[in-house]
């Protein structure tokens, strides 16, 4: 008891004290720690601690500056836009934040963004007129926005308040570069040297200038002179090794990179390692690269070079191991689960890979995670679920162009053009002049027949270069425009600069079958194949052109050709088990079709095909499985469920058919083989009227044999069996070799 009241009292004051720790404390001690971890470089625990700041006073400038810096030093732009411009709207006076936030703003390609950049710096001079950063920030904005004059104004201002300022000479320079005026730009760098002898970084930049202009003799000489001053000079050393490079002297490079190497800047370490890499000497590039890893096992950057360099040796095992320790080790390591989960899709584990990026979602709203799980949703076949994570990815990242052009494309497969439209739009003001909007953009203008808009997209995108895709896109304008011979001219020479892109072949052979003349653009297709006979893609088009056009023979060459140039297409598989099925060898069909199957289970396509053949050949069983299977794999597959529920019609289960069936008819609603199906199904069941609704809607949208079969039998036994007979006729003289036919004869001959 006396010990018990001893103690009892000691902790009743830890824990008052702990408790009752004011904001202030708590933020003050964050801040600390965090800036501490900043200074290492660890500045995954430094946001840890920055954000633990801002919890403690949640309206307090200070922890959203820092964090700011640590996301900036990270590297994620974005996050660190956010928290500088939340300690902004905090507090408008804080200045370091104001200059941080500004220079993100400046770099940006907006000219609205240039402005308010422009007007922040302004706001930091009304309270630090002598701020030299600000200056140099202010006139970094004016040169931005077509105003050299003011910003040279600026510039000199600094450099008065103080000459030995670099960041002002180098910027003064650069403004008398826009002004054309390369003696000044000269100039002003060797004031700086003259100001700073001593300086190394101020002599590197005279030699960047030199380098820039074309000089390159004199610019070594700069470079040398850097290392006297600094023999260890880090920029000096990368810039000499660089122009060694590009000079052929590889050995004098190598030494150069080794002694930039051997420097104990961490940005440096592995550069000597990845000129060995790419001078073909990969395995003692590899060695160093493994060396550096275990040197510092906390080094992601390290890691992430090695699992690269595993990656291009082929060496997948390897690289997963890397991985797998880290994430054994600490398995919140997001970009340990996200470098996995690419590995992971590459190979196919598609369930390993969503495992990986589910986990890192569980962490943080990661864009990229995002869009790695939409690949694996279009490599499953899963499109309708696509657009969402690639949404999600844009909502977490606006500026991610990929998702967005991507989430583009998918709208307009899936007839969304004006969606697209919409979206690129709203692309970030920096991204709308790039290629990839421009020619995007384009494609929607097309399918949405704004044919004028869609010209003047196309020219400008020729503007910036004269493109396969923006050929192809010429090409196409000018098909619709009829205007034939041009047409085939910029598809010619889309081809020529990349022969392999099909879409270019396509539009050259359309050029040809638009004006009746599908033998030649057959031909001419033929001619692009044998130029191309390791070029699987032009291959597998070929073998569709000659398929569609009945040369069986022909396709099965070209499919072959394309399966001996990438044994991994699984396109050219699924290609030659349709021709093995449309000359009746349904062994030879499957025969193909299993081992792909097996390989890519959540290959929707090469499933579909595989129970199809199965039931085509009277495997019910084996058919109905493959049908779970696609269902399990997508349940909003119509085919999928179509088929399944036919199935299990003619395997005498119609209850859990007619689920199926419904649920089809909810997915495609005018499809005439749910119609058929449905039908059937309610035949099955002995519920007939239904049944002769739905089969005579089938047959009224597409009238097959099998579906005029069903719908004779519907009628006789719905009890009108002259229409029966009239139908079964019809039938007959359509195909009397079907399963159905005997069926049918044989209830009609019953019931007379």
Known sequence: MRLTSVIAPAMLVILITSGCQSPQAREASALKNGKKAFEKRDYQTAIIHFKNAAAARPK????????????????DINL????????????????????????????????????EAQKRAQDVLSLLPDDLQALNLLAFTELRLGKPETAEAHLEQALRKSPSDLKSSMTLAQTRLVRKDVAGAEQALKQAIAQAPKSAEAVVYLGGFYLAMGRTAEAEQQFRRALELDPKHGPALSSLAAMQVRAGQSAEAEQTYRRLSALPDKQYKPLHALFLFQSGRRDEALAELEKLAKEDPEDRDARTRLVAAYLALKRVGDAE???????????????????????????????????DL???LRFRNDPQAHYLLSKIHLARGKTAMRPQELGEALRADPGFLAARIELAQALIATRGADSALKLLDEAPQEQRGMAPVILQRNWALLVLGRREEARKGIDQALAIARSSDALVQDAVWKLDQKDYAKARSSAEEALKGDPGDTRALGALVQTYSAQKQTAAGIQKAREYGSQQPAAPAIQQFLGSLLLQNGDRAGARKAFEAAKAANPALVGADIALAQIDALEGRLDETRKRLSPVVAAHPDNMQARLFLAQTEFADGKSSAALEQYRKAVALNGKNGIAVNGLAYTLAENNQPDEALKYAQEAKELA???????????????????????????ESANAREGTARRKYHLAMAYLKAGDPKRGRDTLTAAMKMDARLPEAGLARQLFGGSQ
């Open 80 to 115: 660190a836009a956010v928290n500088f411009k939340r300690a902004t709207d905090l507090n408008p006076k804080h200045t370091g934040a104001q200059l941080e936030f500004s220079r993100l703003l400046a770099s940006s390609r907006s000219e609205a963004m240039i402005v």
């Open 321 to 355: 191991k890397v991985l797998t320790a880290a994430l054994t080790k600490n398995p919140r390591d997001v970009d340990a689960l996200l470098q996995r989960s690419r590995i992971r899709l590459g190979n196919g584990k598609y369930d390993e890979a969503t495992a």
């Open 358 to 360: 589910n986990q890192v």
């Open 669 to 695: 609603p005018e499809d005439p083989a749910v119609d058929d199906t449905l039908g059937w199904t309610y035949f099955r069941k002995g519920m007939y009227s239904l049944a002769v609704k739905y089969l």
């Open 60 to 75: 307090d400038a200070e922890p959203y500056y820092q964090l700011g810096r640590a996301y900036l030093a990270s590297n």
